[in-house]
């Protein structure tokens, strides 16, 4: 009987030491509620690993959410995006603009595509995203490998997707801007692991 109830507290044990999800789940918690997303790092693992190593070292305390793009706001003659876009752009420009861009993994090569809820990495050129990240609203496949919203045909690095409080982004979405900026900018208090 002893051997049995060693054998229960041992299994037991295991299994409460085995992590909480198949995937990393992260939290960014705003001022408008809480966004869960789950990260996809054996399909993307460069970008999950860079984007974790930010959290982890405190970079995206009191940042924001600062950019938009919708359909109002979008020349009429270009092919449109919805997203919202956040980081540490206006809140830490110093440190976002120090850090050494992550290789870019594109959605050809990840098979994770731009839907409703991915959250991707913004960029300039191929290799230069780091800190600065969208949420897409609805399906955006001109952000996919060779999609139209991108003039080099790279696409964007998509690394993960919303589970919980995509009711958050759209109201984040619906915020007043100008010009593809809120006015003010919308609080993120932490990005962390869950």
């Known amino acids: 009987m002893k051997i049995i109830l060693k054998i229960f507290a041992l299994i037991f044990l295991l299994a409460s030491c085995k992590q909480k999800f198949a995937?990393?789940?992260?939290?960014?918690?705003?001022?408008?509620?809480?966004?869960?997303?789950?990260?996809?790092d054996k399909q993307a693992p460069i970008t999950v690993n860079?984007?974790?190593?930010?959290?982890?070292?405190?970079y995206f305390k009191n940042s924001n959410f600062y950019r938009v793009l919708n359909d109002d706001n979008q020349p009429s003659n270009a092919p449109k995006t919805e997203l919202i876009q956040g980081g540490i752009w206006k809140s830490n420009n110093k440190l976002a603009s120090s850090l050494k861009g992550i290789i870019h993994e594109t959605t050809k090569q990840t098979g994770i595509q731009h839907t409703d809820g991915t959250i991707s990495l913004a960029r300039l050129t191929t290799g230069t995203a780091s800190t600065e990240f969208f949420i897409c609203v609805g399906d955006q496949h001109g952000?996919?490998?060779?999609g139209e919203n991108n003039s080099d045909g790279q696409g964007f690095a998509a690394f993960g997707k919303v589970i919980k409080g995509m009711s958050v982004v759209k109201q984040i979405y619906k915020a007043d801007e100008e010009n593809q900026y809120y006015h003010p900018p919308i609080p993120i208090y932490n990005i962390v692991r869950e």
């Open 50 to 58: 860079a984007f974790l190593s930010y959290i982890d070292s405190g």
């Open 143 to 146: 952000l996919d490998y060779g």
């Open 23 to 40: 995937n990393p789940h992260i939290v960014i918690q705003t001022s408008v509620g809480d966004i869960e997303i789950e990260l996809f």
